[in-house]
């Protein structure tokens, strides 16, 4: 099943520019970095499965320069 994205009204647009901006300036563009942070500190070390990256992410192919 295809999974599509919910309308959004200009209100939302307003609401995801502000934020946008506002990750800009404190957090340097990164997005989502509270909840890295914390399943970070939440990751078992070692353990099979509960890498902190997939293995495919230190491949040359991936692109690590786009906003997703």
Do not use: N
């Not at 599509?4 to 934020?19: F, I, L, S």
């Amino acid at each position: 099943m295809a999974r599509t994205e919910p309308d959004r009204t200009d209100d939302d647009a307003v609401v995801v520019a502000h934020v946008r901006s506002l990750e800009r300036a404190h957090l340097g563009g990164r997005r989502h970095v509270f909840e890295s942070r914390m399943k970070e500190q939440r990751r078992t070390q070692g353990r099979p499965g509960h890498e902190s990256r997939p293995p495919s992410a230190h491949t040359p192919e991936v692109d690590l320069t786009g906003d997703r």
